[in-house]
């Protein structure tokens, strides 16, 4: 136990001011400070291989350059399939939209606009993910696994975004769930109408997750909002013996007992978070809380 | 606007009872009543097909048999690859336990104990898992989709179960994340020593479900718990012009603006839920809400 | 550790049979079965002297009768104003109101509609509780305790309610924040019209509880949604040397640090649990769990 | 609507930086920079009085030089009898220390120390709480509202603190719930003890609250946690007319109807929030989000 030691406000203080300050108090907030000195200690370990995950509508909601910028520090990278649609839709040209929560669904829908809480984007985007993907389907075709589809994806496109970036600098990124978003759909619709179809294995990335979990010395994770990229992370960490360190950011409740609001000391008894890890779980909006702590750390 | 009728609790009053007395009520409890009027409605809707996703451990929990007797009034099934997993281990005559949510997981991790929230399963039931794909993985590895690999799952395993009734009763069961469970871990590690691989496309469910949406006359979607069972449903509600009932039943939060704590009325802005459709969000641990609403319909 | 068995629903089966099958499961509906076992035990206890705390708009929502039917099995009743508010508008003869909650807030301001979620209350209804208290004043502020006060609003009320029953059963009904209610800005009103004011102590009524806490063999804790309720209770369990029983019902998180989503083990650090206390905290809007313990006992 | 303008990160930015940032996204680090905008207009605008709430364990959690400096922009404080029980601890010069959260709360009673989650507190401190009340009861006992009782402990004590500064600043600073704290008791033990006791009419607050909101040119609300303070505010806008301003961080669900949850535009419906007023409802942590949005407009 340490003294309570109150958070002082200075004027024109940096975050990094503000989050060392946050050491010193309870609740959320000694949370934060902790998630940062956990953050620092992760990216300067030279052993430590980073595993980061994102659900959620981290893209529509603004956090793709945060996202841009941690990927510079990660070693893989795993997403759902939304948030690959909506980088991509932006790296096509198209934008996403900030509003009213209280807005009518049906005046948005006879406007053809779609709705993520109060971010939204115009339906006709869509046409223009049909001619990326009529345009590139016989060499997204080829691929035989997700990541390297996905890194397609990034070669093909002319934007930056993720999917750019992780094609550039080669990061590992893993989407067990693609076929549950606007990409797995354009794939289908083009399955559909060709005589060629796709031949991706649907277990086939295991192998490339389990491989470099499997050869690191030691690894971190950061789990922002849960779902299927931390699970699917969580289960190639018995293969590093147990994360080293971990970070999770969600507003899940634990008592439901879904994956997404399970602490991360649960993963010690599968032998995914080493007994002896540093780690700690974040409840608060990912928005909120991803950019605090990594500007924290951003000296 | 119609008057409160306050609930009045009688001796050895039956479930449909009490939920009829819910819908003199507001908050939670109205929510119930409302899921127990629409759940009724949209089994006895003989024009109406049913796409129930299930997300969360609910297998592990108890809540086997309530799905199994669910997927009687049940099109089309989508769920988690940690559920199947849980389902196939107690057909092969494993177990879950529960115990108190306090212990410690480092001794759990001794004894060689699983942990999920309150539920526990020995880790030796792997290799239990181990033998059933060891044995199996010739006829397995022939499947070109995922659900007719679950169904031969279903088919190849002993006890009884939700695999075993999707494949006796030919309900089609979708599983977008697969690879992202012990049943994928099962089948990667059989990849990894066979010469012959598996071949299942990922994109190949799509057809099928989009399918079944297409040629309905009218849907009616339910949700446990959100994630990519929800969202697999919802993207190919599109095809039937939006879900005509819909319930819901999560306790995530709306604002951060994530897919399982969406309300169901968001899906109007994209299509996926009608404007005329009757739908309720119920905030409630499933494992209270799911058997009380099924429950109240049970006359 | 028990073995998990999954819960079956039965046809027509009543609120204790669904319940007692929850017995067998683990997550929320566990914690349900938990509730419901303590609370039998704890009325049947025939040393034990039940303290019942209620926060939240239990009464507008519908929850009046459930209230009432528990105050049989109930020593102390404490809860905030403006249940006791509404409790008083309900028994001068107005009502509550079940409608949309995505209703305009303007529009209601414009219709005199005052909003409580989706429970409504037209805002004329404070006309009758001026005429209430302005014709009951003299008696009213003759009262030296909030107790008092309140049962005396109970005897000179006409209709049926929980003060109506606390006066009539003789109940200690305290409400530590009775000036932050609808009836304290009566009584507000009253006092700066009047020569003569009100003169109740504001720490009168502590000897109350800490009596009754002290002189009892045993005690119980029932918990609605925490607040004053909660913590009046709590602050007076120190003298019973801690609850033997106690039941938590809450949608509020731990992790902020608030009384109200604090788990009951945290009292045992404090000396208001005992160490072997049976207690569970139940996570569950309490218009559905409330009524679901309670009727499931009621055999 | 407004285009998405994607969060960028900088190397040491400062908090109005970070913050600023967050005015181009979604969900809630877009609330984060609404409260920020509304916090300096409200304390910048001459014609507003500025009414600050606060509940949840806040003092202890080490946010009181947070709330001290926001008293230099507060015109009426209300907070809980635990709060300010708390800080006439740290006044006395006791001390709250920080540690595990999995502690086991057996222990802590066994070696007298007190939990509020992750926050601890020696059980002996309240010795000193003791002596204070004894020394100063002839001059406590004599005073009529717990505002001027507030204030004279504030007098009386030695550290700083918030009620010191409520005394010094002559700061109005309210709290209804008095009864229900350390204080309540302390105070109740002398009046067991004392031939004089204490005389403050529960309801003699309620005027001066009351008259700061009638002679208000305009208002603006902080609510901080819900529960009384946010409730007794809340009762005395409506002599305001409504607020013009309004910033309410909890983390309570709104579904279950309680007024910690609810959302600030409810009280349009009630009179309480001026139709054209600002607000914006923050889902977070307080002891993320007050720091966070305090920092930003201290430029």
Redesign the interface.
């Known amino acids: ?16 001011e ?1 989050v060392q ?2 050491q ?9 400070a902790k998630a940062s000195l956990i953050m620092d200690e992760m990216f300067k370990d030279k052993n430590c291989r980073v595993f980061f995950g994102v ?3 981290m893209v ?7 996202i841009m ?1 941690l990927l510079d520090e990660t070693d893989v990278f795993v997403t759902t399939g ?1 948030n690959l649609t909506h980088d991509l839709i932006e790296a096509l040209g198209e ?5 009213d929560k ?1 807005v009518s ?2 005046e ?2 006879d406007e053809g ?8 984007m115009k ?1 006709e985007v869509y046409e223009k993910l049909e001619d990326f993907f009529e345009k590139n389907f016989d060499k997204l075709r080829e691929c035989k696994t ?1 990541k390297d589809f996905l890194w397609k994806i990034g070669e093909l496109s002319q934007g930056k975004g993720i999917l750019k970036k992780c094609w550039e600098k080669k990061i590992p990124v893993f989407c ?7 990409i ?2 354009m ?2 619709g083009r ?2 109408k060709s005589k060629f ?11 490339d997750i ?1 491989d470099i979990s499997w050869t690191s010395k030691k690894t971190g994770v950061i789990y922002v ?1 849960g ?2 990229p931390k ?2 992370i969580q ?1 190639s960490m018995q293969f590093s013996k147990g994360a080293d360190y971990g970070i999770q950011i969600t ?10 609001g ?1 602490p991360l ?7 995914k978070m080493k ?1 002896t890890g540093k780690f700690v779980d974040v ?7 991803l ?2 702590i ?2 924290s750390i ?2």
Chains 1, 2, 3, 4 share one sequence.
């Open positions: 136990m340490k003294l309570v030691k109150h958070l002082k406000v200075q004027k024109g203080m940096n975050v990094s503000l300050e946050m010193g108090v309870g609740f959320g907030a000694g949370d934060i659900a959620g509508a529509p909601a603004g956090m793709k350059e945060v910028d939304a934008n996403h939209y900030i509003g209280l669904d049906e948005l829908n606009i779609d709705r993520i809480y109060n971010v939204f339906n997700i067990p769930g693609i076929s549950d978003s606007g797995g759909m794939m289908w399955n559909v179809k796709t031949n991706i294995d649907v277990f086939a990335d295991i192998n389990v909002g779902g299927l699970n699917f289960q507003t899940d409740r634990p008592e439901p007992g879904g994956s997404s399970a000391k649960e993963g010690i008894s599968w032998g007994k409840f608060c909006d990912a928005t909120i809380a950019p605090l990594f500007a951003r000296k």
